[in-house]
């Protein structure tokens, strides 16, 4: 077929094809101790009941915290705390807080024992109903028990919420020497689609 080329399939292209938001998964040891790590491999899978899955590195301390109480909390960031994400993504001796490394508060989640993150608006509490190791990675599906969010929140349409959120789209990672890049994209205009009597209009607006 013209004007279509084959593309390696790499790290790099399959990133920015499986563009998502940043968000800040918290989990809890055997031990009490907390984790806190940037994750972008994430994806509802069910509203009833409401499931989640979830993909981690096996060396990553995530995985050994849900294997030990099965149990974590996606702690939803803006673009904001682009920093404090950068800084939960180091790697620290088992037992660090991150939360307290990037400067973040944590408080006591409803139904789990990972805590929340209070510099996040909304926070999605999860309970582990099986994992499967894939590879270098596992699946993780998780059951949401609680979704809690930052009172402001609460009285916003779809549109403004997502403008509170302000979500860090996370689309590239590259590493030359000593030299690392990770690259966001923010959301900046909606487009809509209105369905009457077969016919639709698309309207878009800049936000």
């Not at 069910?46 to 099965?70: G, Q």
């Not at 001796?93 to 944590?106: D, F, H, R, V, W």
């Not at 408080?107 to 270098?136: A, N, Q, Y």
Request: glycine share 2%.
């Amino acid at each position: 077929m013209e004007n279509v080329v084959q593309l390696a399939i790499d790290k790099e292209l399959l990133t920015l094809l499986n563009l998502k938001p940043a968000v800040i998964v918290t989990t809890a040891g055997k031990d009490g101790s907390t984790n806190a790590a940037p994750f972008s491999w994430f994806s509802i899978v069910d509203y009833e009941p409401p499931r989640i899955l979830l993909s981690t590195n096996m060396k990553r301390d995530t995985y050994r915290n849900i294997l030990e109480t099965k149990e974590f909390v996606f702690n939803f960031p803006s673009v904001k705390l682009l920093k404090q994400i950068w800084i939960t993504s180091k790697h620290f001796p088992y037992g660090t807080s991150e939360i307290e490394k990037a400067n973040l508060t944590s408080f006591p989640s409803e139904k789990v024992k990972p805590p929340r993150i209070k510099e996040c608006d909304i926070h999605m509490e999860c309970k582990v109903l099986w994992t499967k190791p894939i590879g270098s990675s596992c699946i993780v599906l998780g059951d949401i028990v609680s979704i809690s969010a930052n009172k402001k929140m609460e009285k916003l349409d779809k549109k403004d919420r997502l403008v509170q959120l302000n979500p860090p789209l996370y689309f590239a990672f590259k590493e030359v020497g000593e030299k690392r890049t990770w690259m966001f994209a923010a959301i900046t205009k909606i487009h809509k689609i209105v369905q009457k009597n077969d016919k639709i209009s698309i309207t878009s607006e800049t936000l």
